[in-house]
């Protein structure tokens, strides 16, 4: 029997009459049926998910099988369906991400604070660079970082060069309020805050933002459709929320992946990374007054040509 911690792929498919594999290294076609030799573990990981599904009566969780973490999505129109996201087995390194000088430098300057907002669609693994990054801010600067997730879908628990991580997941009473407030009682440096999709979450991640370093993602098609959702939602709990983004948003970098076939088969999977440091541009004046005046769409003129002048120590 193959094991499925030793395949590559995206997602599980599972319903009362399907079973199917999506972004399986190998396959033809980007969403296929299950291989005969992954049924069996496919099939013991479907029973697990279904047995903690009942003790939990959660829609989403995650869970740990054969040491892989795997994060579970359940539904229940016309049976039972399982949506299951391989997560990667370690936490990346930063040097193995296609980050450029000036968006690593940015990671780890000391005491700056704001949001490192990576954005980009569904799928892109977004959540596995968020990961990386605050695990290479922890190893940089020795400190202690906070994983706030909903669910947990990273394997950030522990030591990161001479500092620590430590993992809370939002469930039942424990909010991202409740579990930030926590964070900041533990003394925490950096946090990464799960995923910005409603309203309260951004208002966490911009409160959090104002005096600490914070890792987050957004679903967005590009970096200026990211600011503008980001603000969206922070809008709805502060209609001054453009001046205070304008303030906090430290770096946003824009995620893409695409999918490598050869011969007809899947071989692998490419990341891009493009993306910018607005604290540290020689524009960051005209960033800023940009953002505070909603006028999203015309930063593509500082885009062009990005200069940054970062602190001494850091050169």
Known sequence: ??????????????????????????????????????????????????????????????????????RVTVTLFNGTNLVIRQTPENVFAIHSLPFNSALRTSIEIPKVTGLFLIVGEMGSGKTTTAAAVLAHRIASTGKLGVSIEDPIETMLMGRHGQGRCIQMEVSGEETYATATKKAFRMGAASF???????????????????????????????????????????????????????????????????????????IKRNVEISGFNFRHAKSSDTIRAKIAAGNIKSLSEQFRSMEYVFPEQNR
């Not at 995923?195 to 208002?203: L, M, N, P, Q």
């Not at 001054?240 to 983004?245: D, I």
């Open 1 to 70: 029997m193959q094991h499925l911690k030793e395949s590559d792929f995206v997602d599980l498919y599972i319903g009362d009459d399907y079973t199917e594999i999506k972004g399986l290294k190998g396959t033809r076609t980007y969403l296929s049926e299950i291989p005969e030799e992954l049924k069996e573990d496919v099939k013991i990981l479907k029973e697990k998910c279904i047995s903690e599904y009942e003790l939990r009566k959660q829609t989403e969780f995650s869970i740990i099988y054969d040491s892989r973490l795997y």
């Open 192 to 266: 990464l805050i799960g995923e910005i999709r409603d309203g309260a979450t951004a208002h966490e991640v911009l409160k959090a933002s104002l005096s600490m370093f914070v890792i987050s993602t957004i679903h967005a098609s590009s970096v200026q459709e990211g600011i503008e959702r980001y603000i969206m939602f922070c809008e709805e709990f502060s209609e001054g929320a453009k001046a205070h983004v304008a303030a906090t948003l430290y770096v946003v970098v824009h995620q893409v992946m695409n999918t490598i076939t050869k011969d007809e088969q899947i």
